[in-house]
């Protein structure tokens, strides 16, 4: 909007707090369960040629993740990102991951 230096009071895509905690705990040797939350302040991003700048809400975000050795050679896995389904904006106009599970299992030779 102006042309004034705002490099350390107003940077663009930045949140002016953000955090990440993530705790794990191994149940045993064979499970493995963790569970994280990430946090980010209101931003602004840029609205447009001669438009003012748009501000973005702020996210709270919760993941979690499992895990299963059945031996040495096998272990499953499951991932669920955004779990709430969160809808929120890392860049204006560009809606961030929604409610995803993944999982699998690993094969060691």
Do not use: M
């Not at 149940?27 to 302040?41: D, H, M, Q, R, T």
């Not at 499992?66 to 560009?94: M, P």
């Amino acid at each position: 909007v102006t042309f004034n230096d705002t490099t350390y009071k107003y940077l663009l895509r930045r949140p002016k707090s953000s955090g990440h905690i993530h705790l794990g705990y191994t149940c045993n040797p064979n499970w493995y369960i963790s569970l994280g939350v990430k946090f980010a302040s209101d931003r602004y991003d840029v609205g447009g040629y001669q438009e003012p700048d748009v501000k973005l809400d702020g996210s709270l975000i919760l993941n979690a993740y499992a895990s299963y050795k059945l031996n040495r050679s096998v272990e499953f896995f499951t991932d669920l990102q955004n779990i709430t389904n969160t809808h929120f904006f890392e860049i204006c106009g560009f809606s961030a991951t929604p409610f995803t599970v993944s999982g699998g299992i690993r094969v060691k030779l």
